[in-house]
């Protein structure tokens, strides 16, 4: 949404082009046939999983399929978006096989009803610091160019000087009535339908059950790392929710107060002011724009649940705080953050660089003159409401099977604690001081985690140095105290990442860290299965993970699993009747690493058998770089049956083909 906002403001206020940005969802699509010849329509979209839709854009795409079986039934072949001019922009990253995937099948699907494109496809690469001035800035030119040799008409407004273009401010915000007058209206930070794209029910599920895993781990010259399971309850819901094994879950963060508070300090608020009711009206009355953050409101209530103020400052905010700074050395400090890729690289997304802490240690950089701090100009606060990204949810695969409990869902938690050394130019001539990046979901949960439980390890330590982990806080009761109760919004969201419905069919399963989390539930199915007197194929379970005593995850839920007695029926299974096997590959236990993908080559000859003669089907879950390994070792395997590497690549083509081949993998 952040980047169809910029275009449409740029379209306007550079090129006159008046533009309306709407979230695919909220969008009737069937307009898109009997739009005018001068209206141009831009797509901003993103991937999920293996190239397809993400969840707001599943209604376009089955609008525009549904055309295309339309068309192709149809003799005459008429193209229902033959008037139609577009341009597409897709949002990727190439750490994922299917790179920007879905913008592909969406130009595809466009230009087989006949629309006509405008500019080229943009892609952009979140794995490349460089996306913005190769991807982003060169495909904004190209489509504003392009629309205006396609209809000069649409040219209406004026244009702006691009230096006022840049920093004019799209709302106003205005304190407002008392808040006795507004109670009723007030948004409070609740979450509302447009955030949730509207299509899949958000529903605030109270923490059942929340166990650690593992204890805070010293990962030596890596992160340190805590993993926890957690259950949630939806027997609440209503309309009752569910979810099949495989599926996800999407949960809602919340921004920690350490964030907010340096926002508030940034701008000097006192409590009363980041507290007290504000109006945000668009500047121009007459500008249509449904991204508007949602108002009447409160700062606080934007900053702590509306608005992404946890992730790495991009360079664009950075030009922002730049150009508003309230000193010169602020300004010069900011510049200095993004002067080239490297400055930005090593400075900023290394180490995770947040606006709040920036502006902080930016307001540390000036004398206070006549004891009053340098704050920051309200006018940037108006700025962020155009600029600053609205919370996302993260995504988990589930942990447990519908099948055990249908109104208990679990997801497996890695909690992301990355110690980063910041260079602080106000002490002792830049040394560096050692603080904790916390990543927003997993440590949100983290702290519901420590809500509802009891013991949890208060210290550990980082690089060998002890340190009291100074976790942030977070306002856990939610907006009027809809969250409270150890509660979490969440979302379930169908995968294709789903198990054989034939239970004499075996199963390779391959995750590396908490990428173990679907195959739980993958085998609380199986075991019941077996429970139930059904014969049941054998599982082989392959899992890499840094040292055993460290986070050897759901260690004893294996043990237990391989102690029990198999029953294949009349089934044969060559290399083994069991139905539980489990191989461990340990990264950090020996002299040097093993990493799941050894452990299959190792196996290679059970796992050609499993493939080539027992119809096994094989399911990888983990990082990207960890499943392409794993395929590359699987192909090898087919090779040792004495098949060519041609025919092996054709093998496993097929078996993906035939969905016996199945990846949950996120980078
Ligand atoms: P990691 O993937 O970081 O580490 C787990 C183990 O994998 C470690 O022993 C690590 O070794 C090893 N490893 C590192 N690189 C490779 C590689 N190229 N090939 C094989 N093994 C490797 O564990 P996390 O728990 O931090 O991350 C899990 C991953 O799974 C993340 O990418 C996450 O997005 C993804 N995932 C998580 C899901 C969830 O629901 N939580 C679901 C689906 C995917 P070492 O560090 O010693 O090098």
């Known amino acids: 949404m952040r980047f169809a906002k910029q275009l449409a403001r740029e379209l306007l206020q550079k090129h006159g082009i008046p533009a309306a940005v709407e979230d695919l969802d909220a969008y009737d699509h069937e307009c898109l046939a009997t739009l005018d010849r001068n209206i141009a329509v831009g797509f901003v979209v993103s991937t999920f999983g293996e190239g397809d839709p993400p969840d707001n854009a599943t209604g376009l795409y089955e609008t525009l399929s549904r055309w295309k079986g339309n068309a192709a039934a149809d003799r005459q072949q008429t193209q229902p978006l033959k008037d139609m001019r577009y341009f597409t922009f897709g949002l990727g990253s190439t750490k994922y096989q299917d790179f920007n995937g879905y913008v592909k099948t969406l130009d595809a699907q466009l230009l087989a009803l006949g629309a006509q494109r405008l500019g080229p496809v943009g892609l952009r690469d979140e794995a490349d610091s460089r996306t913005d001035e190769t991807t982003w800035l060169p495909w904004k030119d190209a489509v504003a160019n392009e629309l205006l040799r396609f209809e000069p008409s649409l040219v209406t407004q004026p244009v702006t000087s691009s230096a006022q273009s840049t920093r004019m401010p799209d709302y106003i915000v205005e304190e407002t009535a008392p808040r006795a007058r507004l109670r009723g209206v007030m948004h409070a930070g609740e979450h509302n339908a447009e955030q949730s794209r509207g299509r899949i029910k958000v529903y605030a599920a109270p923490v059942k059950n929340s166990r650690l895993l593992s204890a805070t781990i ?143 240690t930016a307001m540390q950089l000036a004398p206070m003159e006549n004891k009053v701090a340098p704050f920051w100009p309200q006018e940037l606060f108006s700025l962020f409401l155009q600029t600053l990204p609205p919370l996302q949810p993260r995504y988990f695969s589930i942990a447990s099977s519908p099948r055990v409990s249908s109104t208990t869902v679990a997801i497996t938690v890695g909690v992301v604690t990355t110690p980063v050394a910041i260079g602080n ?139 029990l007695e198999p029953n294949v029926g009349d089934h044969k299974y060559d290399g083994g009747q069991r139905f539980f096997s489990m191989y461990t590959a340990f990264s950090r236990s020996g002299p040097s690493k093993v990493y799941v993908q050894d452990r299959v080559q190792q196996e290679q000859q059970q796992v050609a058998r499993l493939l080539t003669g027992q119809r096994a089907a094989v399911y990888i879950c983990g990082s990207t770089a960890m499943a392409t390994d794993v395929k590359t070792v699987l192909q090898k395997c087919l090779e040792t049956t004495g098949l060519s590497s041609d025919s092996a690549q054709l093998f496993m083509r097929d078996l993906k083909k035939d969905k016996k081949l199945q990846e949950d993998v996120w980078a």
């Open 425 to 563: 130019p106000t002490k002792n001539n830049g040394s560096e001081r050692d603080t904790i990046f916390h990543g927003l979901t997993t440590n949100y949960l983290h702290a519901l985690h420590k809500r509802v439980s009891v013991a949890v390890p208060s210290a550990s330590s980082v690089n060998g140095k002890s340190t009291t982990w100074n976790q942030p806080s977070y306002t856990l009761a939610g907006p009027r105290g809809m969250l409270a109760g150890s509660k979490a919004l969440l979302q379930i969201r169908p995968s294709n990442f789903r198990m054989p419905a034939d239970p004499t069919v075996p199963l390779i399963l391959v995750a590396a860290g908490s990428g173990i989390a679907p195959f739980v539930g993958f085998m609380q199915e199986r075991e019941l299965q077996l429970a139930a007197g059904t014969a049941v194929a054998p599982t082989i379970l392959f899992f890499g993970c840094r040292a055993p005593e460290q986070d050897y995850l759901y260690a004893k839920e294996w043990a237990r699993l391989e102690q």
């Open 218 to 360: 010293d990962g030596g010259a890596s992160p340190p790392r805590t993993y926890i399971h957690i259950e949630f309850d939806l027997s609440s819901a209503r309309p009752p929710l569910s979810y099949q094994t495989g599926d996800h879950v999407a949960v809602w963060p919340i921004n920690n107060d350490n964030e907010v508070v340096h926002f508030q300090q940034a701008f000097g608020w006192s409590s009363a002011q980041i507290n007290a009711p504000i109006e945000i009206r668009p500047q121009n009355s007459s500008h249509q724009d449904a991204t508007m953050p949602p108002s009447p409101t409160t700062r606080a209530s934007l900053l702590r649940f509306y608005f992404d103020i946890c992730g790495v400052v991009t360079r664009e905010t950075l030009q922002l705080l730049a150009d508003l700074a309230p000193t010169t050395a602020a300004r010069q400090y900011i510049e200095s953050l993004y002067a080239d890729d490297q400055a930005y690289n090593t400075q900023v997304v290394r180490q995770h660089l947040t606006c709040g802490q920036i502006m902080a």
